[in-house]
């Protein structure tokens, strides 16, 4: 008899995650439900800002907290194998939230949407470069980081998932990329795999404001934030006149009990900056015009998909993991 295989959360993590915060278990195979779908999930993508909704009494107006005992929650590429939504027919793929599960019901309304899969594009762009990652660097970086040829773009987690994105959208766009990342490999990476113009060690021994001023003798355009903390401090530091920041994740603060303060305010007031935050679902209305553009870049060889694969749902854990303490290179996902 068919199951479903599931990852859910054993333990609310405090600091750094481990796999003992998760186990699998075997749950029946789920039953289609009116007005419903059931996805088979292909691809499960490892995301750093669910972190933030696992820890205990977590919860916003975007998103609940994660309960000990339910599945994970993850973005999905997932295949509609049985339906009763006409607006999701059999054979539909399908970008969802969902959970770390073989497979999911839903109902549609929630994120999801169906894609229009390139048949020359293998199936994992779709959770990578063609997927949240790609959106969330494509709607960031074009709508409030409104780059320009001659910017320069100073990118944090710039080998990461969406800092590589934004790394070669900004490329693309003409703008001087600067790139920031945990070590000097990380860096030689950026250098042959992204072509950055420009690469800092944030753990260096030197301090990151005089790094970015050598590394930015200009000043900062944009900054793609991906951190907070100590790292936007010192992108604050340096920014230019009517410059923007994006505001996209909070690394500093995902595995940590405090919050690394921000004290170099004062620039974003005297230099007439942007800030602004956002959610790659506030564009769901600008999707496909998104992916035909990316998919065309791809296609072009103007942008890649770099991706740390798992394979198997029991590996999700370590996938996971791996990912928040900077090991992948890229897109870290798990092909079911």
Known sequence: MKSNQKIILKEHPKGAIHCGHFAQIEAPYPRLEPNHVILRNHYLSMDSGFRQWMNEDAGDGYLPGMQLGDPVQSIVIGEVIESDNSAY????????????????????????????????????????????TGLTAYFGLNDIGQPKAGDTLLVSTAAGA?????CEL?????????????????CQWLDTALNVDGRINYNASRPLTEQIA???????????????GSQLDAALANI??????????AMSQYQSDGVEPVYNTWPLITQRARAEGFMFSDYQHQYAAALTEMGAMIKAGTLKSHVSLFKGIESTPQA???MMSGKNLGKCMVKL
């Open 170 to 186: 900004g490329k693309a766009a003409g703008c001087r990329v600067i790139g920031m990342t945990s070590s000097e490999e990380k």
């Open 214 to 228: 050598e590394a930015c003798p200009d000043g900062v355009d944009i900054f793609f934030d991906n951190v907070g």
């Open 89 to 132: 027919p059999v054979s539909s793929i399908v970008l969802a939230r969902t959970s770390w599960e073989q497979f999911s019901v839903l109902d549609g309304s929630d994120l999801c949407s169906i894609l229009a899969v390139d048949p020359s594009l293998e199936l994992y762009h779709y959770a990578a470069t063609l997927g949240t």
């Open 240 to 249: 230019n006149s009517k410059a923007r920041i994006v505001l996209c994740g």
């Open 320 to 322: 996971f993991t791996d």
């Open 162 to 166: 969406v800092g590589s994105v934004v």
